[in-house]
């Protein structure tokens, strides 16, 4: 869990899936890009940007379910995951059936029910991003970034958007619930210090955490942006298998780590809590987690 590397990205790509098609009901997303379509015209390609891109994982959920023609920008600071979007996404395309041609820094897709044109480029969000327009955007997305940035990012963000008539998608912030089975008696300890460790400056500012939700609606609606929300949990089970395990396993020891770095003073604590969850992990019936997510979907009328 510490950075982000492509493993990780990997490894909760498919937890990340299965909470979005829960909320995907709720989120309504083919009647969102009928509204968006109107104001762009039946035939012209919906614009969307994706901050903090990582490898595409926010491309492949949403894509699909926007359907029709789409152009897509994609941004990180990473280059190392930026690198690897040429073949991830031609891998995604292929085990879709889909054909993909694509260059060094872009690719396109196209399905029956879609076509898109992907573009990537690297920018530190964190700094100035004057230089990343906003002209004929459709609709700003996120996947797992809106808990990293500051409450002043996201305000400048909002304000940016509003101003060029943009929609937004924040999907997959954490929202501080952590509900383990079976419980254990330091849990509350533990996780308040990875509370914690999770509002610390990831580069943005003092980071919102598990409060981002929370934190973006109002200034959505001060800005007149109508807003929708639904939970997109991810549901970890040792008893489904090795995937799920191997997730588990990364969710203790990151979890133990932030903890750890957050209140030293606590570290012997922390451990004897991450050695009773290794053991658990290791025998059945294991244990299970629930990571709370939330869906953001705003809009303009
Ligand atoms: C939790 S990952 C999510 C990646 C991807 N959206 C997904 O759902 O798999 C957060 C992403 O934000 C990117 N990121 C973090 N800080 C950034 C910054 N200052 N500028 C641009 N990208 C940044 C990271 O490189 C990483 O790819």
């Not at 590397?5 to 299965?18: C, G, M, T």
């Not at 073949?87 to 196209?110: F, N, P, S, Y």
């Not at 588990?248 to 979890?255: E, F, K, Q, R, T």
Request: overall charge negative; proline content about 5%; glycine content about 8%.
């Amino acid at each position: 869990m510490s950075g982000f590397d492509p493993d990780w990205l990997a490894l909760r790509e498919p937890f990340d899936r299965a909470a979005r098609e829960a909320a995907a009901q709720a989120l309504d997303i083919p009647v969102f890009a009928a509204r968006l379509r109107e104001r762009r015209g039946p035939d012209a390609a919906l614009q969307v940007l994706d901050l903090g891109c990582g490898t595409g994982a926010n491309l492949r959920a949403l894509a699909p379910q926007l359907g029709g023609a789409q152009r897509w920008r994609l941004v990180d600071h990473d280059p190392r995951l930026l690198a690897a979007l040429p073949d991830v996404l031609r891998g995604w395309a292929d085990a879709q059936g889909w054909r993909a041609d694509g260059k060094a820094q872009a690719v396109r897709i196209e399905g029956p029910a879609l076509s898109l044109d992907v573009a990537w480029q690297q920018a530190d969000l964190a700094g100035d991003h004057d230089g990343l327009h906003l002209d004929g955007a459709d609709l700003v997305t996120a996947s797992a970034l809106l808990d990293l940035v500051s409450a002043d990012w996201l305000a400048r963000w909002i304000a940016r958007c509003r101003a060029a008539g943009v929609a937004l998608y924040f999907a997959l912030s954490v929202d501080d619930r952590l509900h383990w089975r079976p419980v254990d008696a330091a849990d509350d300890e533990v996780q308040a210090a990875f509370r914690a460790h999770q509002r610390r400056d990831k580069g943005f500012g003092p980071a919102l955490g598990g409060s981002a939700v929370h934190a973006a609606l109002p200034t959505l609606a001060r800005a007149g942006y109508r807003c929708t929300t639904s939970a997109s949990d991810w549901h970890i089970d040792a008893a489904q298998g090795p995937v799920h395990r191997a997730m588990l396993a990364a969710m203790v020891d990151g979890i133990a780590s932030a903890a750890c770095e957050q209140e030293p003073t606590a570290a012997s604590r922390v451990q004897a809590w991450r050695d009773r969850r290794e053991a658990l992990l290791a025998k059945p019936p294991g244990m299970g987690l629930v990571v709370g997510h939330t869906e953001l979907l705003a809009w303009l009328d």
